[in-house]
């Protein structure tokens, strides 16, 4: 038989258990809380970028240039610059390197539709003729635009007034020719420069279909 005192005691434990039991369950709820909380901010922190490193050969694919000549675009060789054409209606890029004389240059000239390009050639040729009476031109390799279905015919000049030499790639485009041509003081800035030429040719498009 049980006094009330005993009763009370044990009343008392009891109580004190629960509390305990209920404060243990809310720290155990804070904690939960707050490392919740944490993963959240951990999985929102924005990764860090990878950096690609900067190189030489980067530097230069970033200063390439995509040149507009009115009907055509074409890629400029990387690490060259615009400079004031020599023509009007031209654009033209040099080498950054200042000890330098080439000269890269892309125009479009209009012709009409039915004139073939062997006989605009034959026609630019005799006009250059008349300010360069020396000037001498030869046959060059063509070079293949797969992308277009048919070849850029090249031609060699050379014995300019200025004593410059000249690589010109005719393109026929219809009702226009485009013209894309190397030019160098140099013979051996020529030959340098054969394969970047060659890489420039293939770059034209077209900007109508």
């Not at 000249?166 to 030019?183: C, K, M, N, P, T």
Request: glycine fraction near 8%; charged fraction near 25%.
């Amino acid at each position: 038989m049980y006094s009330l005192s005993n009763t009370a005691d044990h009343l008392f434990t009891r109580i004190r258990g629960v509390v305990r039991e209920v404060r243990a369950m809310r720290g155990r709820f804070w904690l939960g809380l707050i490392l919740l909380l944490l993963s959240g901010c951990a999985a929102l922190k924005p990764k860090k970028e990878e950096r690609v490193p900067i190189t030489s050969e980067r530097i230069a694919e970033l200063k390439q240039l995509c040149l507009s000549a009115g009907e055509f675009t074409v890629e400029a060789p990387a690490g060259w610059r615009p400079i004031p054409p020599p023509r009007r209606g031209m654009v033209a890029v040099s080498p950054s390197s200042s000890d330098s004389d080439s000269l890269l240059y892309a125009h479009a000239v209009t012709k009409s539709a039915r004139e073939s390009l062997d006989a605009f050639i034959e026609d630019d040729i005799r006009l250059l003729n008349q300010d360069n009476p020396f000037l001498v031109a030869a046959e060059s390799d063509p070079v293949e635009l797969p992308h277009l279905g048919r070849a850029a015919t090249v031609k060699y000049l050379e014995g300019d007034s200025s004593g410059a030499r000249s690589l010109v790639a005719y393109i026929d485009g219809g009702q226009f020719v485009g013209v894309i041509g190397l030019s160098s003081h140099h013979h051996e800035a020529i030959d340098r420069s054969l394969g970047l030429f060659e890489q420039v040719i293939q770059s034209y498009r077209p900007l109508r279909g």
